[in-house]
């Protein structure tokens, strides 16, 4: 068993595995903050009930890719024969702006707790916006390594 986790290949199923956890948990973050957007201008109690379950579910695909993410993410900066933070300053930027990144998750996720015990609130409009550009960032810095 070891010596199959150790094969050559094996960066490439972890590698695998952390962008499907970055596809679900931008996915799952996308879909909260759009349920909770329309979550906060609906008065009726059945739909808010229905969308409440709702967003949980999409609340547990972002942590799972999150998750996910994180883990692919651990095992490929630091389980690699080289060290991948000795002239990687891309990879600090990346790190950085990954944090930033789970602090809109954490923030996401207690919206969700929120609304899911009948605290309904406003919703800022800047999140969307602010994840997406986020995410572009991330991939940016990963794709390119500019420094």
């Known amino acids: 068993m070891m010596r199959y986790i150790a094969s050559m290949q094996t960066p490439a199923w972890i590698f695998a595995i952390h962008v499907l956890g970055i596809v679900g948990w931008v996915s799952g973050m996308l879909s ?10 609906i008065a009726d109690r059945v739909s ?14 972002m942590d799972i890719g999150a998750t996910l ?12 024969s080289y060290n991948p933070f000795i002239g990687a300053g891309w990879l600090h930027a990346k790190l950085t702006v990954v944090v930033a990144l789970l602090a809109i998750h954490v923030i ?3 919206k969700v707790g929120k609304f899911s015990r009948g605290h309904v609130g406003a919703v800022s409009g800047n999140l ?4 997406i550009a986020i995410v572009i960032v991330i991939v940016f810095l990963a794709r390119t390594k500019p420094f």
Do not use: D, N, W
């Open 128 to 131: 969307l916006p602010i994840a």
């Open 69 to 80: 993410a994180i883990v692919g993410g651990v095992y490929l900066a630091f389980f690699q």
């Open 108 to 110: 996401i996720r207690m």
């Open 48 to 61: 808010r009930e229905r969308l409440s379950k709702t967003e949980l579910r999409a609340a547990m695909l």
């Open 32 to 41: 909260c903050l759009f349920l909770l957007r329309t979550h906060a201008s």
